[in-house]
């Protein structure tokens, strides 16, 4: 299943550029407000090299990667939960994300209008959480006005009515739900209303093609890597332009560009590593001849967890786990081996899976 993503972001920040490049789509990206009206939805592949090195080891048919889905979504303007310029029609396209990635503009163009005719990242960041606050604040009231008469005439619900009264008073003093303490909680109550300021956030900056070597030059590099640091979310800092350009090239090719322009990694390829940290996600393998299968699980997740990640019923049967990691088979090349030197081992439901975990799950149903 993939991980999803929403992509958000004021009009001209380069947001559909950057989808179009991560996913290889032809989305229209002009020098105009809302060009992107509907949402556009593409999944792509996150090239684990382990993947393919366990795929020669295993000399396998098939190769199946973790995978990232992308929501692009209409830029945001102010007021926008009132009505201007395309509403918050697009807020419920991305409710259901695991985490947002919210595209912030750095760099300066003439050429590129600024809905703001200035370039302030923290403006910009300002002006769309509000207006996801106000979304959540709009969820907040309708269940308040909805449930007001039940818990004042039989008392159900007043733990819940009461959280979501401080919910409600946190986002009023323009404060996102990430930053509310949900200790003691009843969090099960919160979690199906997918509140938008409660979700992980990772800012991408889109800097000029002078500055991608040395961001750290930007005029507003430490402002917003301030910010960022203070509401515990990720940053990275790419152009939205040139991973544009080497989308365009041949694979055998786009390596070779990276490094002429000294840039250690894809756009796509940093923003994943980053997901993954941000979401505390980790991926274990199946191998064999058939197939290598890359599984993302969170960090903490115990053997027979991980199972049912693959079926329901791996989990309901689970029995043992046979583990060895990617490096070992990597350095030892064939299982015997790893048997020979005691790197192949059975673990039972309880063992915690490892980042670069090679599983085969025996259960019974």
Known sequence: MAIKIGLVGLPNVGKSTLFNALTLSEVEAANY???????????????????????ELFSSKKLIYNQLQFVDIA?????????????????????????IVHVVRLFDDDKIIHVHHQIDPLVDIETVNIELIFSDLDQIEKWLKK???????????????????????????QQLLSTFNFDNEPIGFVKPFNFLTNKPVLYVCNVSEEEIEHPNKNSHYKAIKHYVKKTNSEIVFISAKIEEEISKLPEEEQALFLHELKIPSSGLNLISQ???????????????????????????????????????????????AEIYNYNDIKKYKTEQT????GLLRLEGKEYLLKDGDVCHFRFNI
Do not use: C
Not at 39 to 48: F, G, L, R, S, T
Not at 338 to 341: A, D, M, P, Q, R
């Open 33 to 55: 407000p809302f060009a992107t009206i509907e949402p556009n939805i593409a999944v792509v592949e996150i090239k684990d090299e382990r993947v393919k090195a366990l795929g």
């Open 75 to 99: 830029g945001l303007v102010k007021n926008a939960s009132k009505g201007e310029g395309l509403g918050n029609k697009f807020l419920t396209n991305i409710r259901e994300v695991d985490a």
């Open 147 to 173: 449930n007001k008469t039940i818990v004042t005439n039989t008392g159900k619900l007043k733990a819940e009515y009461n959280l979501m009264l401080r919910l409600k008073a946190h986002l009023e003093t």
């Open 274 to 320: 980053t997901i993954f940290h941000l979401l505390h996600l980790a991926t274990y393998f199946t191998a064999g001849p058939q197939e290598i299968h890359a599984w993302p699980f969170p960090l903490g997740t115990n053997a027979k967890e991980g199972a049912g990640i693959i079926h329901s019923d791996f989990a309901k049967g689970f029995i043992k």
């Open 338 to 341: 790893l048997k020979e030197n």
